[in-house]
């Protein structure tokens, strides 16, 4: 790791006031930033710890209204009892995230903030058609995630908070790749008052993406049955030593039907 | 450069470090706590797991002066005096372990789950919540046989005390 | 059997260190003034070096010292060798190319290192390192074995032409190239054998001291054999005459094979220790030893098996080209041939063997022994054409391994080794009960209804350990001998040290040595203690390796141990005026049979070291040394059964079911053998299912880090089922044959039998990758 500066923030405010520094990160579980800058492919000169902040902490559930704070750990996120009974997909899938030890310390606005291709959480938020809440506005799914490791947000603008509310039906299924444990292939399926969305993350050579194709045929009829026969097109998918994007393509299909099983289970 | 204070294994400890130093190395090069490894680069072998405020964590992934004004447990700190923690025991009595440089981080790991999972473990529990553990030597076959053991042991014991407790 | 003694499931000395924290690895050693080193290491699978600018590096803070493999070479150190002369069919002698500690002109691999910078500290040296300015010119380069035998290559080394390091023989061509002509069936079958990552769990590490003083090194080094260590670095690496350098390998996480070969890293810190005068520490990081630990297996083969109009074998042709990357690594000629092409018989009667084996150079890390080292690419070879061969015949597995079984003992195979015992019907018989074989075809039909394709498939594996007799392997071209050493100690109170030349790294040495001692004197295992690990300590040995520390270690320790008792019972029948005939060694003491006339084990001790009463001429004190030298391998072997379920929507495959019925000879401590078979059915199942270095055209390695090259987990796994039935080994004291590696060997073919059954045909390689899989279900014809 290069030399860094760490500066603990106590508010919003103040994190926002310590990332002028240099070219300063923000800091929230440090789950992908401390690997990446432990073998020096991140190397920012200060890191801005959000960590500390309470008012960042913490899932509401209100009728089917959720709100998660932005460091909110997996962990907290796999095991909250009133998630689960309106959201268990999403429980599910935090559960699925890393290892006991990385849910303990990763976040779920470290997550979708850092927007990596294979991590889990990005496909929910938009299969979910979540907000993400920032110190700033409040965005969109659909709008927030601009590709591999690319986001809406700003500089100094922090994600506070995700909101959604539950739809009727939620599912995700997960194919990790065998090393590393990530996502090779992520589906999380809705049907909620506003039709079915079906993200994928761990394929998409441009990161989360919505499969018209799945979409497509869930809506006609929100079950596994209805994507017998259905395929994907691999044009757009990633290729690497685990998996061809044949096989993604291959995948999506096969975790959507898991993911639309578990919905309707 | 940032003073790092801790309560580590019940003492309080402080130093100060470089901000890049990870909690690891602080725990092995300032405080001389050897006993907790690092055996990758990328977060997923677990050798440095140790419990922070209580829980499994990867000390190889959390920069020491983040864990400032935690409470940290290391395999040094798990056993009570001469009596060895009802984990090690167990991993001692089930042949859990051939070199021992994984060891460590399995038993925090270990002692973590079992504390999540109060009602008890199955294989496959054990064997999925082990994700963040990498053992060469064991196969893992004696390490899940030493947690499940563990495991009734402590549920045992906990029962036993609740029911004199009432 | 005593309760602590010789067969009993005892809990190990060595664990209270371990799970308390308390082990002592090389990282944690500390030296007064010690400073970190990082090494420069080439991007670049194969280049020129035209320039190497320090100057940026050396003003770095911390900075102690940047230093280059000119300066290395002018202070007289040596080039890495090979200890294992191989000579091609044609008589020449292997080619082996230069290999320098710090590359000089050219590097040949990624991860080939160049340049050392200590510092006070370690990111200091890092961030000094990536400082040093290296001028490359690129070369063309190759990673493929087959690929760089071909026309228009690029050439590694100016030594080997061609690339090609040896082509070598065993067996009789002629002969079996007529015995396939006669064969009712040839079974042809091309083979690869993936290249595989050793992964100790502990990366490597070497701390070099120099005491300027004394004139005298100290190297604490991640080794399975530190004497070997020590002879390599002064005999032929000139860093320091024995006598001035001691290597200590401490607690060691795991080895595997990858800790036996003297490395670049640990010759460097030492001479950099006296260039910069402080002691220098270098741990590895996980990529480092992904780059630079000896890689093992990569092969590739094919083969002819012929079958007479009964289905026994009439003859087998192999031939194989074996990758051994871009320097020979200390042990690496013997892997892909003595220690590979002696085992092609496998557990059968087979007339007439002949194989072929070309070991090549490429640009990638060096190729060495791997745990089993050249028994697992050997049985891979027979278990998976045998598995084959049978589909062809149509004759069930099973049927066709009995048909050829060797059933009389000894028996010569046409591959120079002569097994000694077994009985390899009964390895099976277990295996196939404990399977419940005969129950698969209803467990099949039931997976059938969950839409899951199962399989079941079976390897009968043979190996070769009790490594080696050493004028036996000295006519086949090792540089040394490899007998193990022993000096059992006994105390005047009657406690034992064992000092051994074997290292332990996992096996539980610490108990299963003691427990031999309990067994012979009484002596509870509290009082026994095991050293091993340091040239200060102990006397010459040959360290751990090829399952040997119980056939051959051991074996130096009864050898000892023979002795004290000699000279106990001869104090013990002068003490007790008895015929030393006469007496007996019994629950810690010496009787005279048949009487109640005794003297306590201490006593006689005691007697020996105060020598007021000593047999007349007998020298005072109890302490003997022995070195033992094999007579033979040892071949322990048995028969594995794998069962899998595949789910074809995604190709992955699930181990249901793992039996392994082996024959070790005698067991000295039951729970630490059958550790060690989960442990190498582990990483047999992980070649099978799940590893492979893979390196892209540019000679990258593309699985350098546990993101990318897969690691068998907890849940990639199921529980064992192992068992042993074991028929002595008559070629050494105590009957043990090995039980190290087993596990490794034995397993792969299993897998990948069970696999190819499940998707009916055997278009497959390993690792059988759910992608793969999935793609050999739509590419695949049935059989």
Known sequence: ?265 | MSEVTLVVNGRKVSGAVEDRTLLVHFLRENLNLTGTHVGCDTSQCGACVVHVDGKAVKSCTMLAVQASGSTVTTIEGLANGADLHPVQAAFKENHGLQCGFCTPGMIMTATDMIRRHPDGLDEATVRAELEGNICRCTGYHNIVKAILAASKTMSKASKSKANKAA | MGMEGVGARVARKEDKRFITGSGRYVDDMVVPGMKHAAFVRSPHAHADIKKIDVKKAEAMPGVIGVLTGKQLKADGIGNLICGWMIHSKDGSPMKMGAWSPLAVDRVRYVGDAVVVVVADTKGQARDAAEAVEITYKERKSVADAVEALGKGAPQLHPEAEGNLIFDWGIGDAAKTEAALKTAAHITRVNIVNNRLVPNAMEPRAALGHYDNAEDHYTCWTTSQNPHVARLVMSAFYNVAPENKLRVIAPDVGGGFGSKIYIYPEEIVCLWASKRTGVPVKWVADRTESFLTDAHGRDHHTTVEMGFDKNNKIVGLKVDTIANLGAYMSLFSSATPTYLYATLLSGQYDIPTIYGNVRTVYTNTAPVDAYRGAGRPEATYVVERTMEIAARELGVSPAELRRTNFVTSFPHQTPVIMCYDAGDYGASLDAAMKQADYAGFAKRKAAAAKKGKLRGIGMSCYIEACGIAPSAAVGSLGAGVGLWESAEVRVNAVGTIEVLTGSHSHGQGHETTFAQLVNSRFGVPLDSVSIVHGDTDKVQMGMGTYGSRSGAVGMSAIVKALDKVEAKAKKIAAHLLEADEGDIVIENGQLKVAGTDKNVPWFQMALAAYTAHNLPQGMEPGLKETAFYDPSNFTFPAGCYICEVEIDPETGKTDIVQFVAADDFGNIINPMIVEGQVHGGIAQGVGQALLEGAVYDASGQLLTASYMDYTMPRADDLPSFQVSTSNTPCPGNPLGMKGCGEAGAIGSPPAVINAITDALGHENLTMPATPQKVWAALRAGTKH
């Open chain 1, 1 to 265: 790791m290069y030399s860094v500066n760490y500066h603990r923030a106590t508010s919003v405010a103040d994190a926002v006031k310590k990332i002028k520094s240099g070219d300063a990160k923000f800091l929230a579980g440090g789950m992908t930033l401390i690997p990446a800058m432990k073998t020096r492919l991140a190397a920012p000169s200060d890191l801005v710890d959000l960590g500390h902040i309470a008012e960042l902490k913490g899932i509401k559930v209100s009728g089917k209204t959720v709100t998660i704070g932005a460091t909110t750990t997996h962990f907290d996120v796999a095991n909250d009892e009133k998630l689960k009974k309106v959201c268990p997909a999403l429980t599910h899938l935090a559960s699925l995230i890393g290892d006991p030890a990385v849910r303990h310390r990763g976040t779920i606005g470290g997550s979708i903030a850092n927007n990596d291709p294979a991590a889990d959480y990005p496909s929910a938020m938009l299969a979910l058609g979540a907000t993400i809440v920032t110190n700033k506005r409040e965005l969109a799914a659909d709008k927030f995630f601009k590709g591999l490791f690319e986001t809406a947000l700003k500089d100094d603008e922090i994600v506070t908070a995700v909101t959604f509310t539950a739809p009727a039906k939620a599912g995700y299924a997960k194919f990790p790749n065998p090393a590393s444990r990530y996502a090779m292939t992520g589906v999380f399926v809705t049907k909620g008052k506003d039709g079915v969305r079906a993200a994928v993350t761990g394929a998409g050579d441009d990161g989360v993406f919505r499969s018209k194709e799945i979409e497509a045929a869930l809506t006609k009829k929100f079950e596994a049955s209805a994507l017998e026969g259905v395929s994907v097109p691999s044009k757009n998918l990633m290729g690497d030593i685990h998996a061809s994007p044949e096989y993604r393509a291959n995948l999506v299909v096969v975790m959507a039907k898991r993911a639309v099983a578990a919905a309707n289970a």
